[in-house]
């Protein structure tokens, strides 16, 4: 078999969002394809890997990606040519070496992250296997429980809610498919709930979950677990809440949002440690702000009946994971391997954190796509549960599904148990 790669290519398509992005071909000397591309978020870390855009606003206002594009087909693919798609490190790592910048702002992340998928695809395909099992080195025992974002936060027409996702996560279902069904059934439920509350059907909001009906964070887990109740699931289903809080964070007078009012860190750690004891959280997901270094620490001190999680803060970097450790200020991180730009720097971060006893949790991106390959490392390694979105758009339905089909194919395969790693 001769893995060597015979050609890359690169293309501009569009995301869920309609937002232009990267897709990368490469085909082995063997005829093999591998195919990779970039999704994009909303909520967007300053240390993430640099999405390479054109600026040109008379192209999806300025949005077009055809730098990146380039940026592959004229300098990337002619220094992949010949290397075997076996050895990810190498090939990432000419990669890496040619950009030059740890942000990656001149070949574009973009550029680079799709074509670091496209290898390791390829590399699945000389062997025959899905992209999970070649991670996992044979058939997968677990797939993750999966979480549904089902209420958004955000800025609009006649409230602001800082919080970015309320979150519910069927913790208690026995298999896969029970929790994709609690998981759906919850969510249709809430609309209902959500339009006795309102008067009115919820909006759509731009995650696809319901739109925030309120500033107060208790009245929409209240509501949420009004339908929970309806649905016959409580004591089954848990919530976790990724607050994104850098979104809401004003750097002039160190404050961040909540209620309508400004507060200060230590007022909002506070007030995060009052929602756990007043509900069950599987995570909490950036209660603050990216650079907040001396906060996480107190926060971590201060909140113990559910697990801190970084996102924004961690941005899938094994140096920022290690401080993080280090000052003892996380339980786990979010797993995007797009914010750090390359397969291989995503799976040292998470050898770290499985070295250290953290929780590593995949996540897709608002601006997602369809075969998202953050699915097939969250069932190739293993993990207990991932962030899934609202179940409603295609690329998010298409995750569910993926799980599904995962447990089918593989004998004995089971929903992961993740009792060990609640804490309420």
Not at 35 to 54: I, K, Y
Not at 326 to 335: H, Q, R, V, Y
Request: charge should be negative; charged fraction near 25%; hydrophobic fraction near 40%.
């Amino acid at each position: 078999m001769n893995s060597a790669i015979r050609s890359v290519h690169a293309r501009q398509l569009v995301d869920c969002k309609c937002r232009p992005m990267v897709e990368v071909d490469i085909i082995t000397e063997d005829g093999f394809l591998g195919r990779g591309c970039a999704p994009t978020g909303s909520s967007v870390g300053m240390f993430e890997s640099c999405v390479l855009r054109d600026g040109n606003p008379e192209e999806y206002h300025g949005m077009s990606v055809h730098k990146a594009v380039d940026n592959v087909n004229n300098i990337i693919g002619p220094a992949l040519i010949g290397k075997d798609v076996h050895d990810q490190k190498a090939i990432d790592e000419i990669m890496i070496e040619l950009d030059g910048t740890p942000e990656k702002k001149n070949l574009g992340g973009n550029a680079i992250y799709s074509t670091s998928i496209a290898a390791i695809r390829a590399a699945a395909e000389c062997e025959g296997m899905p992209l999970y099992n070649y991670i996992a080195k044979g058939p997968v025992k677990t797939v993750p429980v999966p979480s549904f974002n089902v209420v958004n936060g955000g800025h609009y027409a006649d409230l602001t809610q800082p919080f970015n996702e309320y979150i519910i996560m069927p913790y208690g279902a026995g298999t896969i498919e029970k929790a994709v069904e609690m998981g759906i059934n919850t969510f249709q439920e809430l609309e209902r709930v959500l339009t006795k509350y309102l008067g009115h059907k919820p909006e759509v909001a731009p995650s696809y979950g319901y739109a925030a009906p309120s500033e107060d964070p208790e009245v929409i887990l209240d509501l949420m677990s009004e339908a929970i109740e309806n649905c016959g699931y409580s004591g089954k289903i848990a919530f976790a809440l990724d607050c994104a809080s850098s979104e809401m964070y004003d750097r002039h007078n160190d404050t961040y949002l909540l209620k309508g009012s400004r507060v200060n860190s230590r007022q909002l750690i506070e007030y995060a440690k009052h929602l756990t004891e007043k509900y069950n959280f599987v995570f909490i997901e950036d209660l603050l702000d990216e650079e907040d270094w001396n906060s996480y620490p107190k926060a971590h001190e201060a909140i113990t009946r559910t697990n801190l999680l970084g996102d924004d803060f961690i941005v899938t970097n094994m140096e920022r994971l290690k401080r993080a450790y280090e000052l003892n200020a996380l339980d786990g991180f979010i797993l995007k391997p797009n914010q750090v730009g390359t397969i291989t720097e995503a799976l040292q971060t998470y050898d770290f954190a499985m070295e250290h006893g953290l929780l590593a949790t995949p996540s897709g991106r608002s601006g997602g796509v369809i075969g998202d390959i953050v699915m097939d490392l969250a069932v190739g390694l293993q993990i207990g549960f991932i962030k899934n979105g609202a179940p409603r758009s295609g690329e998010r339905i298409d995750k569910l599904n993926f799980l599904m089909r995962a447990a089918d194919l593989n004998e004995g395969c089971k929903l992961a148990d993740i009792s060990s790693m609640l804490k309420f």
